[in-house]
């Protein structure tokens, strides 16, 4: 379910889906919470997408245009400073649709992709694990498999990120996990085989690879979450061997 902590009192308020009433959570596992421009908050479950109306106390369920034979499953959330929210389904790609007023229902767009060597657009059908804005026009979209889809904000046109063998200087691997930017700019990327950092000044990736029994650098090889601390300091979780601390001026990891 959802829990909602109320920092004035302190208290913790519990939601769960409820079988017999359609203004609660569709699903008890949720996997994703966004707090949009507005304040709205939605909630990606494995049964679909959700906005919660904090006044009324329900949730609005919301419909992706995805096909009837698959679940709306949402595993990732995203924002963009135009006010756009972004949405990672497993198995069906991505969407996004516009919140800046809430009183209108919302559209639902997906978010389609160039096909190699045609002027062909087609939907996703990839697990998006991450979503997030790196630049003023620019959203990374990180899928498990086929590396990260930027897409420009404004005109939607897309390009491909992806792990390359034989170029030392490309993405560390093509299942990504998360994505996050640091109070210096870098942008960090979680993969299956590593960590990937990327200064948006130029077009190269510095790849950390981890493994086991290190005193001073990754342990592990898959690192699913990543997160930038307000005093510079970057967190990484690993899958099997727990956190990962870099201190901010430093160049080892504890």
Excluded: C
Aim: net charge negative.
């Amino acid at each position: 379910g959802l829990d909602y902590f109320h920092p004035d009192t302190g208290a913790i308020q519990h939601y769960r889906h409820e079988p017999n009433n359609p203004n609660s959570l569709p699903s008890d596992f949720t996997r994703a919470v966004l707090v949009d421009q507005q304040g709205i908050i939605w909630v990606g479950t494995s049964k679909g997408l959700v906005k919660f109306d904090v006044v009324n106390q329900r949730f609005t369920r919301i419909s992706l245009p995805i096909d009837d034979n698959k679940v709306q499953r949402i595993i990732s959330l995203g924002s963009s400073k135009d006010g756009k929210l972004w949405i990672g389904s497993f198995d069906a790609g991505a969407f996004y649709l516009d919140t800046k007023d809430p009183a209108i229902a919302p559209l639902i767009n997906r978010v389609m992709v160039k096909k190699p060597g045609t002027r062909d657009l087609v939907g996703g059908s990839e697990n998006v694990h991450a979503i997030r804005q790196v630049a003023d026009n620019e959203v990374w979209i990180g899928t498990y498999g086929k590396g990260i889809l930027s897409v420009n904000i404004q005109t939607l046109e897309s390009r491909w990120i992806k792990h390359e063998p034989t170029r030392q200087s490309s993405l560390a691997d093509n299942a990504v996990w998360s994505i996050i930017q640091d109070q210096s700019g870098l942008i960090w990327i979680g993969s299956q085989r590593g960590m990937s950092l990327h200064d948006p000044s130029s077009h190269a990736f510095v790849s950390i690879y981890g493994g086991e029994n290190r005193h001073h650098g990754l342990l592990g090889l898959d690192f699913f979450s990543v997160a930038g601390m307000s005093n510079g300091d970057v967190w990484v979780g690993s899958q099997n061997n727990g956190i990962g601390i870099l201190e901010a001026g430093s160049n080892q990891f504890s």
